[in-house]
């Protein structure tokens, strides 16, 4: 019996060729790509396009794929019916695991060994999702889903459905630059749970749905979310030190920093903060921002030296928040951008299958006796 690792931590659970993690090098690649190559020279499409089919497209496959996930953004009314039945408080996370396992009652892709159906479940989740998130953020406040726009690239669109207006080109650029970070990951655990539920040949539906479900957890997808929070909390640049120091004698840890891999900052991070000037000179300045760069630069000098570091969570709140975006739709993006990766695992796995069975250490009684209720303490 191999050793007990809690958490699987260290334990391989796939021989895979979608992506690398260097976490002492700072170096995260994509299919053999350097992700600070993808993000200044791809785009989320292109770079789907690349995870899922292990090689970057021709222009004709672009088009085609482009435009194949461009006539699938539409959802049923059936679907927006279903999310106009969920409590409008309820998480917009747990809206678009339903919606998504309800998709796949309305596209049967049972055969899921067939190529046509990998590719045809991959373009319809790719495209739709972004309209499930946009569709439910709106009917939760009373207003009408905005249907998507031809026109628009997959990124614009988003923020379009979203809000009703046309990004200008570098909101959405931005975005699309985030989503490209946000696509894949190695083995996390929402891949892994994807896998999971995928090596039962459960459908592409039920795998995304089981791996948002996973992404949900505050321990996963949340961590954004929180780093506003604090940034908030914190007010000022003056109060980053003492509020640091505080919560570090406290026990507590400083959102968006720290990764289980990475030992030195994450690179896409990195990538994120290089984009943020350019926002702010366009949009105005972000006070959050001003107060995070302090956060950093202090941070560092407390946490660097136990390889502590930011990590993509610790921009990616700032960014979104600057777009307009509620904080409780950040992991909703995540989601948006990882079903590219979740993806791309449940092809992968599809091609060499092992149903995923690991084992347990029993650490309970045996041949307990039953006692008639009337005699039990
Ligand atoms: N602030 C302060 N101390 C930290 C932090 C942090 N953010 N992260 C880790 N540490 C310290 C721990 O207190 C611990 O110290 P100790 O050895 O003195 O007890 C040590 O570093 C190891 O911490 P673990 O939590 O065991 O490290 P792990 O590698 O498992 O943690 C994790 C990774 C969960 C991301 C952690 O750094 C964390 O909770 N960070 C804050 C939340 C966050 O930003 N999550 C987003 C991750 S990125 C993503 O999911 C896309």
């Not at 995304?208 to 957890?217: D, F, M, Q």
């Not at 640091?244 to 690179?267: C, S, T, W």
């Not at 630069?297 to 960014?319: E, Q, T, Y």
Request: proline content about 6%; glycine content about 8%; overall charge neutral.
């Amino acid at each position: 019996m191999p050793d007990y690792s809690p958490g699987l931590a260290g334990v391989p659970a796939a021989k895979s060729k979608i992506s690398y993690l260097d976490g002492q090098k700072g170096i995260l690649e994509y299919r053999g790509f350097r992700i600070e190559l993808l993000a200044e020279k791809s785009n989320f499409i292109e770079t789907a396009y690349l995870l899922l089919f292990g090689r970057l497209p021709a222009a004709a496959e672009l088009r085609r794929f482009s435009a194949d996930l461009c006539s699938h953004r539409r959802i049923k009314y059936r679907i927006t019916d279903l999310m106009k039945c969920l409590p409008e408080h309820g998480h917009p996370m747990d809206a678009l695991q339903a919606a998504v396992a309800a998709l796949g009652m309305f596209y049967p892709a049972k055969n899921v060994r067939d190529p046509e159906i990998q590719s045809n479940s991959s373009v319809r989740l790719i495209a739709k999702l972004p309209t499930i998130v946009a569709a439910h953020a709106r009917m939760r406040h009373g207003d009408d889903p905005i249907p998507p726009r031809d026109d628009l690239g997959h990124s614009a669109n988003f923020l379009y459905m979203l809000t009703g207006q046309a990004p200008d080109p570098l909101m959405a650029e931005v975005l699309d630059v985030a989503l490209t970070l946000h696509a894949e990951h190695t083995m996390n655990a929402s891949t892994f749970s994807g896998l999971v539920t995928a090596s039962t040949l459960a459908d592409a539906y039920t795998v995304v749905s089981s791996a948002i479900g996973t992404l949900s957890g505050p321990l996963h997808g949340g961590a954004n979310e929180q780093v506003i929070d604090m940034l908030l909390e914190i007010g000022s640049k003056a109060n980053v030190r003492p509020y640091l120091e505080k919560k570090l004698a406290d026990g507590e840890k400083i959102m968006g920093f720290g990764h289980r891999e990475y030992k030195v900052k994450d690179p896409r991070s990195s990538i994120l903060q290089k984009l943020m000037p350019r926002m702010f000179e366009q949009y105005g300045r972000s006070p959050l921002y001003e107060t995070a760069q302090e956060v950093e630069r202090v941070g560092v000098a407390l946490l660097g030296s136990k390889g502590i570091h930011p990590n993509v969570d610790f921009f990616s709140g700032i960014v979104y928040e600057k777009m307009g975006i509620d904080k409780d739709l950040f992991t909703p993006v995540f989601a948006l951008a990882r079903v590219v990766g979740w993806l791309a695992h449940w092809i992968e796995q599809l091609k060499d299958n092992h149903i995923f069975r690991p084992t347990e250490i029993y650490e309970g009684e045996h041949e307990r006796q039953y006692l008639p209720i009337d005699q039990r303490p």
